[in-house]
């Protein structure tokens, strides 16, 4: 991107699949407010190029749109990648099926230029059926005590919804995390650091579409993926809260079964 100024915040999108839920959503992207952005694709799995092409097709007179490709489908490797090309230092995570609210950037770039220790900022979202249909509006905690105490217990940020700083990520690592929870096991490095500031803005930005493609088996694997992570913490010294975490985490995944969405469908 020789001679292109850094954009102010760089959406970050994996795919494996180009259908019309992508293509509402990368619109939904475009169609910001802000509009000094960069949209960053990651087209994954064995489709990976005729994904690509697509998107290309759609926005291709779009000089902000920039589409990497990877025949790895594992949206922790995904993540990374489109992470390691993402120039801005705001990096705004979306999934492929949701919607952006045409405020969201505009919100959380004057949210994090005002507040320069949040490190990683959600916000409430409405969920939504395949077709669209608003079914409820989820508030989450806002605040960092809030929000820390919350981790211990679950996940207080929805990841499609999240803005974070790039350098402060990429300084822990970045998505590490296995095949579910990748989001969780980034928050909970970040955790460590009393300094990382996290806040969720009292706004719906997102339209968060609630299909059925998880199993109660994905589930076991999510909450096995957050005990590790919790464990982690603790064995690393942050603390006997996250070893209690981490037992009540792993009794949970052996007696929960209900279904339920989780990130390694895109």
């Not at 507040?115 to 509006?137: Q, W």
């Amino acid at each position: 991107m020789i001679g292109r100024p850094t954009p102010a915040v760089s959406w970050l999108l994996c795919t494996h699949v180009a259908d019309e839920q992508l293509r509402e959503a990368l619109a939904s992207c475009f169609a910001q407010t802000h509009a000094d952005f960069e949209c960053v694709v990651v087209a994954n799995g064995k489709d990976a190029s005729a994904v690509a092409d697509t998107i290309r097709n759609w926005h291709g007179q779009e000089e902000r749109l920039r589409v990497y490709t990877t025949d790895v489908r594992h949206l922790t490797f995904s993540l990374a990648l489109g992470l390691h090309h993402a120039r801005a230092p705001l990096v705004a995570r979306m999934d492929g099926d949701d919607i952006a609210t045409p405020d969201r950037l505009a919100r959380q770039v004057e949210f994090m230029q005002s507040h320069a220790d949040v490190v990683v900022l959600g916000s409430h979202y409405e969920r939504i059926d395949a077709a669209g249909n608003p079914l409820a509006t989820v508030s989450l905690p806002t605040d960092d005590a809030d929000i820390r105490k919350a981790l211990l217990r679950g996940n207080p940020l929805c990841h499609p919804s999240v803005m974070f700083r790039r350098d402060a990520v990429l300084a822990v690592g970045g998505y590490l995390g296995g095949i579910y929870a990748q989001d969780y096991d980034l928050w909970a490095r970040l955790a460590v650091d009393p300094r990382v500031v996290f806040a969720n803005l009292p706004h719906v930005c997102l339209r968060y579409r609630v299909i059925g493609v998880g199993t109660a088996r994905k589930a076991r694997w999510a909450y096995a993926s957050m005990a590790a992570s919790q464990y982690r913490n603790f064995v690393a010294g942050a603390g006997a809260k996250w070893a209690l975490a981490a037992v009540i985490t792993t009794a949970k995944a052996l007696l929960r079964s209900s279904p339920q969405r989780t990130g390694a469908s895109r």
